[in-house]
């Protein structure tokens, strides 16, 4: 009997069909032979007929993909997400130095592949996997999370995946990667085609439901278009043969420019909290860590939120806002994305999301009130959370209004969507969402309107910007002063601060003087990509250059080690997309610096003047290219990170990064984000020129 939870058959099969199949030619840095070994072992023990049509189809649509993988890495791109990998090996067959590739399948078939590469000795350590289900949302926030850059283009694949699901979980997906699309991106697909025998196609339908992976999706080429369009992608020309056969190349429609910088409220302060934090482990699921913040005058106001690792932002943020005195009570997620969705939204998994709703409703409101003797009324609480995290908080709040007044919510995900019925109280709920993630802002739009169909008072707030921290930083003090009023002014406010105290037990609580400390170490400023677009405007219009002669100029300045290598010159949409992305990777900055003679630290946030010759970085001559040392840094970073006694998780939360990023410069083969870098410089303290010479590459 087929068994529905285990890996994938059809993947297997397409694996075997491969196997026999002429393939792109791959480059020098690719391993055909690691891909054809993954295939032959997942192939064992499975006969296809090669002379069917299905056998004829898949050598046309490996073929295609073949090609748009080649080409989009011939232009330097340097993300590739590949949703439904399945057992596909094209991360194999075509690695390349500084690319990122991302795959996206359920954990059946994920854990068996990653089973069958481990054992075959095969390394990987430029492959995140992700797995997820991808009618539970969520896929562009789990990218995020693990380094995938918004601003920085990428190519997607879908292939052969779409036929498995159905209409609204192609529109979520097709949402969620829309929101995370830079300019430049490529999004190809396989649909079903209309040159398909009916016949054909009926005996496929018959031999996919027979291994239990029945062909719920009915998406032709042509309804495709029309999706695609609501999502906000547009189609990209191929031949008549190639849409006949269902093959979809698309281009994310251009968006309103973001403003050149978040409002200031989205900047974390880099002074040191007045409050205290402690962290503390409960006694659920065999251990929860909690993170609070009390703040230095008595609490007037609860915030309930999950996915506490954030809370020292929240907390610096809400110090210094115009906003009561609030109490942030953060329960730490699970690392597991699939298990924080289950816990967070009803839909999935209802006795894990019981589990954790009885937790974060009576077990934390019990335990803040015996540890810290706080506990308000409704009226002065709410539940508060962003992506995953705003579906919990909805979720929470319409459950439980008894507890809590309000519902704070950014950028909901569609796991959790209104209910039928709504309940009779409702609480004060604010909804914020950006107009650059419209996955994320049709959701929130989509509760607004069902809350106020239901008498509810909503305010939905629509703001310029990307599914990310900038937005959520910004929109969260507006929330709290919506709930709960603005700050009383205290005649008292120099009194010292509130002491809480400390239980036995598995915890690590913060002193004042240990917080002055950890957070003057991570007083960091974020790299400032548009003042550096700006810079290379100015100098350019100086000149009275075109960006394309910019970028011919840049890559002039190594014009000796250009004639030895042959590489793919920078190219000017690298430049250009600066002035409405504003980011870029820490390799292409060092172009730039070179050509206008700044340092790094000269477009640090808020420097007025970095040209300390101090700073200055390496001379490099024209048969050398300025090159960040990536695991120079990486192991001065985990030097000090020992030091301190930090986790890698610790860090990425003090940086304002996720641990991928940091653990992945050991192997980085080529970039990471120039934010990334400097920040880790910084904390470090020391120059970036220390981690930057003249390479040969």
């Not at 996997?129 to 920085?152: C, K, M, Q």
């Not at 906003?323 to 699939?338: C, F, Q």
């Not at 100098?539 to 960006?547: A, P, Q, T, Y």
């Not at 420097?607 to 048969?623: H, I, N, Q, S, Y």
Request: with cysteine; glycine share 8%; hydrophobic share 40%.
């Amino acid at each position: 009997m087929p068994d529905p939870a285990g890996p994938s058959q059809t993947a297997r099969r397409v694996a075997t069909y491969r196997l026999g199949f002429e393939r792109l030619a791959a480059p020098a840095t690719g391993d055909p032979d690691a891909d054809d070994r993954l295939a032959a072992d997942v192939a064992a023990g499975v006969t296809v007929d090669r002379s069917s049509w299905m056998c004829r189809y898949l050598q046309a649509r490996t073929a295609f993909f073949d090609r748009v993988t080649v080409s989009a890495l011939s232009r330097q791109v340097t993300q590739v997400v590949v949703v439904g990998a399945g057992y596909d090996g094209r991360c194999l067959r075509y690695r390349a130095p500084g690319v990122r590739w991302w795959e996206i399948d359920r954990p059946p078939t994920q854990n068996d592949k990653r089973a069958r590469l481990a054992r075959l000795g095969i390394a990987t350590d430029h492959v995140t996997f992700l797995g997820l289900d991808l009618a539970a949302g969520g896929l562009a926030a789990a990218l995020i999370d693990t380094g995938f850059e918004p601003g920085t283009a990428a190519l997607y694949l879908a292939e052969g995946v779409i036929p498995y699901i159905d209409t609204d979980t192609l529109r979520i997906t097709l949402g969620e990667l829309r929101s995370v699309a830079a300019p430049g991106t490529r999004f190809a697909l396989s649909l079903r085609g209309s040159g398909a025998d009916p016949a054909e196609r009926a005996r496929f339908d018959a031999n996919v439901a027979a291994v239990g992976e029945p062909a719920v999706g009915s998406v032709t080429a042509e309804d495709g278009a029309v999706l695609l369009s609501e999502c906000r992608w547009r189609p990209v020309g191929l031949t008549e043969r190639a849409r006949a056969a269902g093959f979809v190349m698309a281009a994310p429609v251009s968006s309103p420019a973001e403003p050149e910088g978040p409002r200031s409220a989205s900047r974390i302060a880099t002074a040191p909290l007045r409050g205290e934090l402690i962290t503390e482990t409960l006694d659920y699921d065999g251990g929860r860590q909690v993170t609070v913040y009390v703040p230095p005058e008595p609490p007037e106001v609860v915030v309930f939120t999950g996915d506490g690792q954030l809370s020292w932002r929240w907390a610096h943020i809400l110090e210094t806002a115009d906003v009561p005195s609030t109490l942030i009570v953060g329960a730490h997620r699970l690392a597991d994305e699939t298990l924080r969705l289950h816990e967070y939204s009803p839909g999935f998994d209802p006795e894990r999301f019981a589990s954790h709703e009885r937790f974060f409703v009576e077990d934390l409101p019990r335990w803040v009130q015996a540890r810290l003797g706080v506990a308000l009324p409704a009226s002065r609480t709410a539940v508060f959370g962003v992506s995953a995290g705003g579906e919990l908080a909805l979720a929470i709040g319409l459950r439980h209004p008894e507890r809590y007044g309000a519902i704070l919510c950014a950028s909901p995900g569609a796991g959790y969507r209104p209910p039928g019925s709504m309940p009779s109280s409702i609480p004060r709920t604010y909804l914020v969402a950006g107009t650059l993630e419209p996955f994320f802002l049709q959701n929130a739009t989509r509760w607004a309107d069902a809350l106020r169909d239901a008498g509810a008072d909503v305010v939905m707030s629509e703001r310029p910007g990307w599914h990310g921290d900038a937005l959520w930083q910004a929109e969260l003090p507006p929330m709290v002063a919506w709930a709960f009023g603005c700050r009383g002014r205290r005649e008292d406010s120099d009194r010292p601060p509130m002491r809480v105290n400390a239980n036995a037990g598995d915890q690590h609580r913060l002193t004042l003087d240990q917080q002055h400390e950890a957070v003057t170490d991570i007083a960091v400023r974020s790299f400032d990509a548009s003042a550096l677009y700006r810079a290379l405007d100015a100098r350019r219009l100086e000149l009275g250059l075109s960006w394309r002669q910019v970028a011919d100029q840049l890559w002039h300045l190594s014009f000796e080690l250009n004639d030895q290598r042959h590489d793919h010159p920078i190219s000017p949409s690298t430049l250009t997309r600066m002035a409405t992305k504003p980011g870029t990777s820490c390799q292409h900055a060092l172009f730039m610096l070179r050509w206008l003679g700044r340092n790094p630290e000269s477009f640090l946030s808020g420097v007025a003047d970095g040209d300390d010759a101090r700073l200055a970085l390496p001379p490099a001559g024209p048969d050398r290219r300025l090159r960040w040392d990536l695991r120079l840094l990486w192991a001065t970073m985990d030097e000090k990170r020992r030091q301190d006694g930090l986790t890698w998780q610790q860090l990425a939360d003090l940086l304002g990064c996720t641990s991928r990023q940091l653990t992945g410069l050991r192997t980085a083969r080529f970039a990471t984000g120039m934010d990334t870098a400097m920040r880790i410089v910084q904390w470090i303290g020391r120059p970036a020129g220390e981690f930057v010479y003249p390479a040969r590459w």
